[in-house]
């Protein structure tokens, strides 16, 4: 291979690579609410005003922190901070990323979630991703959030696939609606892997598995409630599903691991096809428009499988004037060795055809179709 392959395993984080949302960990507390009673106004605010969840949730966050509490980037990062993960996230990444080493796959992380980027950057594990995809807050001089910056709901989850894929991670690089080649992309949906654990995730769940990816849902070993993942399985929104244990040589670990040795093959069989393309590219370039036309029609009298398919190609081919040598004597080789022309090579149509394509031709395949079409 050219190049060494690159796997990317996208994560939501609440409840995937954490047992709870990183807001009901610290922070709803801190402003007095209690969790459930926090939620209940943010989604009520959300119905009351045909408004977006995640831009209500924000919207709670920051106006019920006035005079209780600065709202800064630097407070949600030390918020962050507090945020419990599930067993084995902490030296996850290294591993995975070891393993994948050891098999010529370079690995990569991103987190694509709802919850806030700047909370997630306050984890102990915020600099194992290569990029961190969630909603943000705009903040002024003095750090204090002031206006929604970014914002992350279960749809518009799934642009950060395609940029994955693509190579243009920044969130305001149009590129990502530019035309790429299937041999461009940078890490195509076969090398995607996207772990959720609830219904938020479908959209990117459907559009890794349809594309040839690894979708794989998460339940909390400490509940064993797998009610959603054998939903999400039945509905063919996930291949597989794990618990979030991600402690080393968990089940989670070991399918990884089996993803990225399937990753190798698959780049491979990748490789040659893109060879096989090349090639074809490479012999047709300078081919006009008119001759790949006729050798078009040439694969289809190779190909005809019934007397009146013959004679409906054959009707295209007369249309045609003018031809090489070499498709001669691939026309000829046909009249010989298909069949379904050979044996009606003295109807009208194949007889005139043929009489004008034997002309001049000196060669054993020419002097057989002739003794056919006098016979």
Not at 44 to 68: E, F, H, I, P
Not at 193 to 200: M, Q
Not at 316 to 339: D, F, H, P
């Amino acid at each position: 291979m050219k190049k060494k392959p690159i796997l990317a395993i996208c994560y939501d984080f609440d409840k995937t690579l954490s047992p709870d949302d990183m807001q009901a960990q610290g922070y709803i507390q801190s402003i007095g609410f209690e969790v459930s009673e926090f939620w209940k106004e943010s989604n009520n605010l959300a119905t009351d005003n045909d408004m977006d969840q995640n831009l209500a949730y924000m919207y709670m966050m920051a106006s019920k922190s006035r005079g209780k509490r600065l709202f800064t980037r630097e407070n949600l990062r030390g918020d962050g901070a507090k945020v419990e993960l599930f067993p084995g996230v902490d030296t996850w990444f290294d591993r995975i990323n070891q393993y994948g080493d050891s098999k010529g796959v370079e690995v990569e992380h991103y987190i694509i979630s709802s919850g806030l980027k700047e909370m997630i950057e306050g984890t102990k594990v915020a600099d194992k991703f290569k990029k961190i995809y969630a909603s943000s807050f705009y903040y002024d001089v003095d750090g204090v959030a002031v206006w929604p910056a970014q914002v992350v709901n279960y749809t518009n989850k799934t642009q950060f696939l395609f940029r994955i894929e693509k190579g243009v991670l920044d969130v305001n690089n149009q590129g990502v609606n530019s035309y790429f080649a299937p041999d461009e992309y940078r890490i195509p949906f076969r090398n995607i892997v996207y772990i959720g654990d609830s219904d938020t995730d479908i959209p990117c769940m459907k559009l890794v598995n349809i594309n040839g990816g690894h979708s794989i849902g998460v339940y909390n070993s400490e509940t064993k409630d797998k009610s959603k993942v054998f939903r999400m399985l039945d509905e063919n929104r996930i291949k597989y599903f794990v618990p979030a244990d991600y402690t080393k040589g968990a089940k989670l670990e070991q399918l990884i691991h089996q993803i990225i040795d399937r990753t190798i093959s698959n780049e491979v069989l990748e490789e040659a096809h893109f060879c096989c393309v090349s090639e074809k590219e490479n012999e047709t370039r300078n081919q006009s428009k008119e001759e790949l036309e006729k050798e078009e029609l040439i694969d289809k009298l190779s190909d005809s499988t019934s007397f009146a398919n013959t004679h409906a190609v054959i009707e295209q081919l007369t249309g045609v004037k003018v031809w090489s040598g070499a498709q001669k004597n691939k026309l000829l080789r046909i009249a010989l060795e298909n069949t379904q022309v050979t044996y009606i090579l003295k109807d009208y149509d194949l007889k005139a055809f043929y009489t004008i394509i034997c002309d001049g031709v000196d060669t054993e395949d020419a002097d057989g179709v002739r003794e056919i079409l006098n016979s």
